[in-house]
């Protein structure tokens, strides 16, 4: 796979959305098509070819990052940004609800360890210059590692399997709801251990973690607008989040 580098740090994209909406819509529609993201928009393919591929860094895309909505804001700068995003099929993980409120007050997503689900995600191939911004706008060596998964056994949707790719694992770890995590229930997923939630539902699960007495949109408000009382809150949700740890992985973040 691609060695990866480049300069750590967060950037949070700016949106004219609404806080509320931006965070309650997290993690954003994803086609059911592959596509290759370009001047802004998403251009569906039936197939991605290799050349697609060639020289980029397979990024496991397990929210946001699936979204076309979500990459042009990410790039929204970056005009000549092209990025191919193709489904996949990963086993062994599930993508749930971590215990990181971004930094537009979404609980965020993250990889967990689950040795039976098979999880339907995507791959963003990134060309290596875009890789900065990507690491910028997860917060790598603070929110987020970035994690090699060497012996991954990928399957594409459209046909054909790889193996290794890249991805993103929040450091602060997945959300304990009291009896353990919960998916995300924008993501397929075949044999999950445990329930699966929307973001309002997670949210909501946050504020009586919290042991708070406010609704959903009031929590979101706030957290969007006051990052102190965010970190504040976030620092007591993580304090039982449950760790990733998965044989075949290694951090591998820029220096």
């Not at 994803?30 to 370009?38: I, N, S, T």
């Not at 007050?105 to 990134?126: D, F, G, M, N, R």
């Not at 229930?185 to 939630?197: D, G, N």
């Not at 708070?212 to 039982?240: G, H, I, Q, Y």
């Amino acid at each position: 796979m691609t060695t990866i580098g480049g300069p750590a740090g967060l950037y949070v994209p700016p949106s004219p959305l609404d806080p509320v909406q931006r965070a309650l819509t997290y993690p954003y529609t994803a086609p059911d098509y592959d596509y290759v993201f370009r001047g802004g928009t998403a251009a569906a393919v039936v197939r991605l070819a290799d050349a697609d591929r060639e020289g980029r860094v397979p990024v496991l895309a397990i929210g946001s990052n699936r979204a076309p909505e979500q990459l042009a804001r990410k790039f929204a700068d970056m005009p000549d940004a092209e990025i191919p995003v193709e489904r996949v099929r990963i086993r062994g993980f599930d993508v749930v609800h971590s215990a990181h409120l971004s930094g537009y007050a979404a609980l965020a997503a993250t990889l967990l360890q689950a040795p039976e689900v098979s999880a339907q995600i995507a791959i963003t191939w990134i060309p290596p210059r875009l890789m900065p911004r990507m690491h910028a706008t997860e917060g790598i060596g603070t929110f987020y590692d970035f994690v090699a998964f060497d012996g991954l056994a990928v399957e594409r949707l459209a046909g054909g399997a790889m193996i290794g790719a890249y991805g993103y694992v929040c450091r602060l770890g997945a959300l304990d709801f009291g009896d353990g995590p919960r998916g995300l229930s924008a993501v397929a997923a075949r044999f999950r251990p445990w329930p699966a939630i929307d973001q309002r539902a997670a949210q909501a699960a946050a504020i009586a973690r919290l042991d708070l007495a406010c609704d959903v949109e009031t929590f979101v408000r706030e957290n969007a607008a006051d990052p102190a009382l965010r970190s504040a809150r976030e620092a007591k949700l993580r304090r039982d989040a449950i760790a990733f740890a998965a044989p075949g992985t290694r951090v591998c973040n820029p220096a």
